[in-house]
């Protein structure tokens, strides 16, 4: 928000018990300055309050902001019925139900449809609730896209360029079977090469290593996984 002043239909504190009431966490950006009322409103919801100083502060509040928090403990957990759709092509006999606006025009020949599992009405994107039973469609990669915050990315421990490497760490290199030059060695036993891009890791810079698997990772590799990716490459590579 940029705005120095509100306009409310009603008494804004009574808004802001009721949205606490009801466990409705509100978090606030300002652009501008301090402002009693935003700053009332985290309070009493157990969100955030921010006032942004710079452009870099706001990427990194946002940053901050996108991975859900935690849920209370007391929280009642609600089950969201979901279907699972397959492709399929539009035939002269299947109903579909575009869920594009009417000035959108749909290729329904060559493009491709998604089936209800419950009713079978197709649609031609997801994801969409169903027009005639109700049900939420998605696919795989919508449920992926929150299955890292259930299970989030273990944190990598630093080492120290002058530390010794676990014997695990070795033995998980050799059963990769990474080819290394000897050259591309900081001692005669233990590589430092990156296992995600395969870069060597100068003695002065700290490597990060995967407290499961002991893979070691740079620093741009780490950030990487744990900003984007989500997943470790060395663990998945000893399943």
């Given at each position: 928000m940029a705005s120095l002043t509100t306009c409310?239909?009603?008494?804004?504190?009574?808004?802001?018990?009721?949205l606490s009431s009801n466990r409705i966490r509100c978090s606030v950006i300002s652009l501008a300055v301090e402002v009693?009322?935003?700053?009332?409103?985290?309070?009493?919801?157990?969100?955030?309050?921010?006032?942004?100083?710079?452009?870099?502060?706001?990427?990194?509040?946002?940053?901050d902001l996108v991975?859900?928090?935690?849920?209370?403990?007391?929280?009642?957990?609600n089950l969201i019925r979901m279907g699972k759709t397959?492709?399929?092509?539009q035939s002269t006999n299947e109903n579909h139900l575009s869920n594009k606006s009417t000035n959108d025009?749909?290729?329904?020949?060559?493009?491709?449809?998604?089936?209800c599992p419950r009713c079978y009405a197709a649609y031609c994107e997801l994801p969409v609730e169903c027009n005639v039973c109700g049900l939420t469609l998605v696919a795989a990669p919508h449920l992926a896209r929150a299955?890292?915050?259930l299970f989030p990315l273990d944190l990598f421990e630093p080492v120290n360029g002058y530390d010794s490497f676990s014997e695990r760490s070795l033995d998980n290199q050799e059963k990769s079977k990474e080819t290394i030059d000897s050259t591309d060695c900081t001692t005669d036993h233990q590589p430092r090469v990156c296992f995600g891009c395969n870069v060597m890791i100068p003695l002065k810079i700290p490597g990060y290593q995967?407290?499961?698997?002991?893979?070691?990772?740079?620093?741009?590799?780490?950030?990487?996984?744990?900003?984007?990716?989500?997943?470790?490459?060395g663990c998945l590579t000893l399943l």
């Open positions: 409310d239909p009603s008494d804004i504190h009574q808004t802001i018990k009721s009693f009322v935003y700053r009332a409103l985290a309070q009493f919801t157990q969100g955030t309050f921010h006032v942004i100083m710079d452009e870099l502060h706001l990427k990194n509040v946002l940053k991975p859900p928090p935690v849920a209370a403990i007391e929280t009642e957990a397959y492709s399929t092509r025009k749909a290729d329904t020949t060559t493009n491709p449809h998604y089936a299955y890292h915050h995967c407290p499961k698997c002991k893979f070691i990772f740079c620093h741009s590799c780490d950030a990487v996984l744990h900003d984007s990716i989500h997943s470790c490459p």
